[in-house]
């Protein structure tokens, strides 16, 4: 079983939808919790963190973290165009773990 | 905001040469990582260091060594470039060990062709 498993994708959905990306983990001991966005190309980009169980919000952006259920998501509101990337999902334990990513396709 | 640079955006290399990978930081962090990234592999810890003078091996290590003679600066060395480590390398810097959140931040990435 892999430290951190996302679905790879693509997860598409049309502009002003919600997206919702998942990530578990298999680590109990996990504290913190990482969201990077990812552009082709171009190299991770910290969206959030959250360390806390329950929601936390930042804009149309939203982290989710379970830790009884060893789960984390996130969530985009009114997704644009724009937000189209791969997001990876990065856990702390003594070092960061990260998913190999979800790639998300907002289209118009 | 945090700035982590690296000393070049594309490289190519021929088979055996020696490659310099360099990465600075503005922030005064303490810890310094080499990551490389492949498709379908995500992201891999090649070694990382928490101080001046220190490295510790990640989960990649072969063919590869680090330096960190400054607490800026973090390189990583290629002693005899091979194929397989055309790549993606992406460098990023953490404020500290004691941190309790323990976020990274990554420079812009460079990619490597080995020929």
């Known amino acids: 079983q892999k430290e951190v498993e996302q679905n790879s994708g693509p997860l598409s959905v049309p502009e002003g939808a919600i997206a919702s990306l998942n990530c578990t983990y298999s680590?109990?001991?996990?504290?913190?919790f990482f969201w990077y966005r990812q552009y082709s190309g171009k190299s991770p980009e910290l969206i959030m963190f959250?360390?806390?169980?329950g929601d936390k919000e930042d804009g149309r952006f939203t982290a989710q973290l379970n830790k009884a259920s060893q789960y984390v998501s996130l969530l985009i509101r009114d997704s644009q165009p724009s937000d189209s990337a791969t997001y990876l999902c990065?856990?702390?334990?003594?070092?960061?773990?990260f998913g190999t990513g979800t790639r998300l396709q907002v289209f118009p | 905001d945090v700035k982590v640079t690296q000393s070049s955006r594309y490289l190519v290399k021929r088979t055996g040469e020696k490659v310099f990978l360099e990465c600075v930081q503005d922030?005064?962090?303490?810890?310094m990582f080499w990551y490389r990234q492949d498709p379908g592999l995500g992201l891999r810890l090649i070694y990382f260091?928490?101080?001046?003078?220190?490295?510790e091996k990640g989960d990649i290590p072969e063919g590869y060594s680090v330096s960190r003679e400054k607490k800026e600066r973090f390189s990583l060395i290629l002693e005899s470039a091979s194929t397989n480590q055309t790549s993606m390398y992406l460098c990023?810097?953490?404020?500290?060990?004691?941190?309790?959140?323990?976020?990274?931040?990554f420079g812009p990435g460079t990619r490597l062709l080995v020929l």
């Open positions: 990065a856990v702390n334990t003594d070092k960061l773990i």
């Open positions: 680590d109990r001991g996990s504290q913190s």
């Open positions: 959250i360390y806390s169980n």
């Open positions: 922030m005064d962090h303490e810890n």
């Open positions: 260091s928490y101080d001046v003078k220190m490295k």
């Open positions: 990023a810097s953490m404020l500290s060990s004691r941190d309790r959140i323990k976020t990274q931040y």
